[in-house]
């Protein structure tokens, strides 16, 4: 079993900034991309940001110059630092890893509980 906690959600005013972090832990092996994904209410579940296991990132367009991921290998763990938050930025933010687990070396993909990110004018 692989567990994946988020942390670091909560109000902020639009222009303010936000750090959520992200640990995994349980049986693994090594962990391939890692990324933040988001869901405002009554839209679909978007990616915002990966990270591969090299830290070759990837953002969507609506957050590229304001949102920044990161990931520390060692410890397993993932970040998305947020600046300049905008009120369309709110929404439930969860993260995945692609992990490889030690009792199967096959990849799937394991996702936190979500933190909710709101963001007022």
């Known amino acids: 079993q692989v567990q994946l906690v988020e942390s670091g959600g909560g109000l902020v005013q639009a222009g303010g900034s936000l750090r959520l972090s992200c640990a995994a832990s349980?049986?693994?092996?090594?962990?391939?991309?890692m990324g933040w994904y988001r869901q405002a209410r009554g839209q679909q579940r978007e990616l915002v940001a990966s990270i591969s296991s090299v830290g070759s990132t990837n953002y969507v367009d609506s957050v590229k110059g304001r949102f920044t991921i990161s990931r520390d290998n060692a410890k397993n763990t993932v970040n998305l630092q947020m600046n300049n938050l905008k009120p369309e930025d709110t929404a439930v933010y969860y993260c995945?890893?692609?992990?490889?687990?030690?009792?199967?070396?096959?990849?799937?993909?394991?996702w936190g509980q979500g933190t909710q990110v709101t963001v007022s004018q």
């Open positions: 349980g049986s693994i092996f090594s962990i391939n991309a």
């Open positions: 995945n890893a692609d992990v490889i687990t030690t009792y199967s070396l096959k990849v799937s993909r394991s």
